[in-house]
C-alpha cells in the first residue's frame, strides 16, 4: 500500500471507527491495482478471495466496526441503541470464506434469546450484520425496560441485555419461627413486548409468600399494569407494597428451618397434603430444606421448566433450594401433558 495514503488516513482520524471507514477505500481501491497484495511484517498470508469479499462487506458498514483481528479471523461491531447504549457482536470469519457462504456463520453476542434464531442462518457478514443492527433497534424499548429493572428495582444478581427474567425483592413475609424473611419476584419481560404486564413468579418461604400468593389469586395483574406508569410503580401496585425492598444476597437453604405450617402443604400450591398417600407426594432431598410436594405439582413444574420424560423419570431442581430432584413416574395419570 502507498505509504502516503495510510499516513494520511492516519492523520485525518481520530478513533477506530473513523480510521476503517477511511481506510477501507483506499485498500479497496489498491485492490483493484494489485490483486497479488501480500501484507508485510505479518506471519499471516490473506487468502485473496476472502480479503477481498471481507474488505467489500465490511466497506458498506465500517463506522460501526468496532476491532478487526489482524489475521481476519473475526470482526466486532458496536451498534448503539437510542439510550446510546452499546451493543457488540463478534463475527467469525472461516479460512474458507466466501467459498462456504451456504454455511451459517459463528458468532457471540448478548441479546435475548428470542431474537438469536434470526442469526443463526445467515451465511454473510453482511447479513449477520444487518440482522443484528435491527435487531437492536427492534428492541429499543426492551433496552429501556432492562436499564429501568437495573436501575430503580434493586434487581438481586448481576444481569445483561441477554437476560429478560429479573429477581425483584418485594417485601419481608413472616413465619412462626423464622422472623423478617425475604421475599422475591422473579420478572418475566417479553422483550418483543416490554411495556406489557410481565409474568410473575414468587421466591421465598411458602409462609413469608403466602399474603403476596393471595393478592395475585385475587386481582389480574394485566388489569393493573399501567404504560403510564414506571415499571416500579407497575410493580407496588400489583403487590400492594409501599416500596421496594434493598438489595440482598438469597437465602442459602441451610438457614432455613421448616415451620410445621410449611409441612403440611404443598409448596406449589399451597395446598394441603395427605401424608397417607406417599405415592401422591414428592420431599426434596435436601435434609436442610426437605420441602413436599404434590406429585402432579412438581411434575407439571419439572415439565414446564423444560425436564423431558426419560426412562419413567423427570429430572430437575426444587422449586424452594435448587437442589438437584429425581421424580418417579408411577402413576402417568398424574402428569399433565
Request: net charge negative.
Amino acid at each position: 500500500m502507498d505509504v502516503y495514503n495510510y499516513v494520511n488516513v492516519k492523520q485525518k482520524t481520530h478513533s477506530l471507527p473513523e480510521f476503517l471507514k477511511e481506510l477501507i477505500p483506499v485498500l479497496v481501491k489498491v485492490w483493484k491495482q494489485d490483486t497479488s497484495i501480500n501484507v508485510p511484517n505479518s506471519s499471516y498470508i490473506f487468502n485473496e478471495e476472502k480479503f477481498h469479499s471481507v474488505i467489500q462487506e465490511v466497506n458498506l458498514y465500517g463506522q460501526y466496526v468496532h476491532t478487526i483481528d489482524e489475521n481476519l479471523k473475526h470482526i466486532t461491531f458496536n451498534v448503539l441503541d437510542m439510550c446510546k447504549h452499546s451493543h457488540f457482536i463478534k463475527i467469525f470469519i472461516p479460512d474458507e470464506y466466501p467459498m462456504i457462504k451456504k454455511q451459517p456463520l459463528c458468532f457471540e453476542t448478548m441479546v435475548p434469546s428470542v431474537s438469536l434464531n434470526l442469526f443463526l442462518k445467515m451465511t454473510t457478514i453482511l447479513n449477520l450484520f444487518e440482522t443484528f443492527k435491527n435487531v437492536v433497534n427492534e428492541l429499543s424499548n426492551f433496552w429501556n425496560v432492562h436499564n429501568e429493572i437495573i436501575s430503580t428495582c434493586n434487581p438481586i444478581g448481576s444481569y445483561t441485555f441477554r437476560d429478560v427474567n429479573y429477581r425483584i425483592p418485594i417485601g419481608l413475609g413472616c413465619c412462626n419461627i423464622l422472623l423478617d424473611i425475604h421475599v422475591c419476584v422473579e420478572v418475566e419481560v417479553d422483550p418483543l413486548n416490554p411495556l406489557n404486564c410481565p409474568k410473575f413468579h414468587l421466591h421465598g418461604r411458602p409462609a413469608s409468600m403466602e399474603k403476596f400468593q393471595k393478592r395475585l389469586n385475587e386481582i389480574n395483574p394485566i388489569l393493573i399494569w399501567s404504560t403510564e406508569n414506571s415499571f416500579k410503580e407497575n410493580i407496588l401496585n400489583v403487590f400492594e407494597v409501599p416500596t421496594l425492598q434493598s438489595q440482598y444476597e438469597e437465602e442459602k437453604p441451610e438457614h432455613y428451618i421448616a415451620s410445621q405450617n410449611d409441612l403440611n402443604c404443598c409448596c406449589i400450591c399451597y395446598d394441603q397434603l395427605d401424608m397417607a398417600l406417599k405415592n401422591q407426594t414428592k420431599s426434596c432431598v435436601n435434609e436442610k430444606c426437605d420441602a413436599l410436594y404434590h406429585m402432579s405439582c412438581i411434575c407439571e413444574w419439572l415439565l414446564n421448566s423444560g425436564s423431558t420424560p426419560m426412562f419413567e423419570h423427570l429430572q430437575g431442581k426444587c422449586p424452594q433450594c435448587e437442589e438437584d430432584m429425581l421424580v418417579a413416574l408411577e402413576n402417568f395419570d398424574l402428569i399433565k401433558t
